[in-house]
């Protein structure tokens, strides 16, 4: 697959060719030998604040590191992506399906098992964010020196490393100012790694039920309100600064107060979350907030289970999701990807049968019945 394509067409997925690219003299010179970011290997900068965050509570695991698959389930990746304009004006939502991103990078796999990358991407303020994170986030990873070793780290650098280089893109070209929310999912042997900055989500379908393995970046969020304030900046009627209704975001470099090359109240680093796929786990829903304006996170699983049962389609499913995203008037753009982890459609769940829960005995209501038979007579 060509580098930036904006899905794979390979293993049942959607095709919609190569994402627009109206920032290519800036690409070129931004990532001349001269400005290009080289793959990170010092520690990251953070605010304080961040340090000292907690993961949400929920049911998956921290992983650091990658492990010999050997015997154990193995995930058979199939994969498709949808867009729809909606009711917007202009389109600045993006994806990203990669099924075979060592391959597809040039890189010699060395692990066991699929290795794949997904992206969702939400522009505000113009589409020059989205399609500029969309194009070199999977890049700034994959050519970390460390990968697939050490991903939580690439990942995060990876991130940081693509707003500071859109940074200096726009610097060369101020009609580049624009911002995005990004949500990134990779795939290394069983591992699942979702990173998020913004609200962009990802919802896991375990045997039926959804996990949530991503959350809002809304400044209204108790914890990013803590971070927000502790980095110089406020929230107001539910807006960053009075401006942005995300707490973290690539680009916005153009927007006084928002950032600054020592931090600012708008974070670009993401949140991880990380699992290992199981046999429980049938696919992966990630979309732009567009999508989730109308689907709670069961609801979609409930509403992609259906339809993955009928035609076994993850392509076909995600425009299941944007279509009915439509009909349930989102007034977003929409943006929706499927990743399917095994050959088979979700099997039907049979629920067992409650026990019943009996005040008499058999024989109680038999004499109960005997007496009321009595008194007819």
Request: charged content about 25%.
């Amino acid at each position: 697959m060509e580098e930036g394509k904006v899905s794979s067409v390979e293993n049942g997925s959607s095709s919609e060719g190569r994402p627009p690219n109206p920032l290519a003299a800036a690409y070129k010179q931004s990532f001349s030998n001269d400005h290009v970011a080289v793959p990170c290997k010092k520690s990251l900068v953070r605010h304080p604040s961040l340090m000292k965050m907690k993961m949400p509570d929920v049911s998956v695991e921290s992983g650091h590191c990658l492990e010999d698959c050997g015997s154990e389930y193995i995930p058979i990746l199939r994969s498709g992506g949808s867009t729809d304009i909606g009711f917007r004006t202009s389109m600045e939502d993006v994806y990203v399906c990669v099924d075979n991103f060592m391959e597809d990078y040039g890189l010699k796999s060395y692990i066991d098992g699929p290795n794949a990358f997904y992206g969702v991407f939400d522009g505000h303020g113009g589409k020059h964010a989205a399609d500029f994170a969309c194009h070199h986030l999977p890049k700034f990873i994959c050519e970390d020196e460390d990968f697939p070793r050490d991903i939580e780290r690439i990942v995060i650098s990876a991130f940081l490393q693509t707003d500071s280089a859109f940074a200096e893109a726009c610097s060369l070209d101020a009609a580049l100012s624009s911002g995005t929310t990004a949500l990134a999912a990779l795939v290394i042997g069983r591992l699942l790694v979702i990173a998020n900055a913004g609200d962009c989500r990802a919802v896991l379908c375990r045997r039926g039920k959804a996990i949530e393995m991503s959350r809002d970046h809304k400044p209204m969020c108790s914890r990013e309100k803590t971070r927000i304030e502790a980095s110089g900046g406020y929230v107001y009627d539910g807006y960053l600064n009075g401006q942005l209704n995300v707490a973290r975001a690539l680009g916005d470099w153009h927007m006084e107060g928002m950032k600054g090359r020592d931090g600012g109240p708008l974070s670009a680093e993401p949140e991880l979350m990380t699992t290992k796929l199981t046999e429980e786990d049938e696919f992966l829903i990630i979309g732009c907030d567009g999508i989730w304006d109308v689907f709670r996170s069961q609801n979609a699983v409930d509403f992609a289970r259906r339809r993955l049962q009928e035609h076994n389609d993850p392509a076909i499913c995600s425009r299941d999701l944007v279509d009915e995203a439509l009909k349930r008037k989102s007034g977003d753009n929409l943006a929706a990807v499927v990743v399917c982890f095994q050959q088979q459609p979700p099997p039907n769940l049979v629920a067992p049968r409650p026990r019943v829960h009996r005040s008499f005995s058999a024989e109680g209501l038999r004499e109960i019945q005997s007496f009321l038979d009595s008194l007819e007579k």
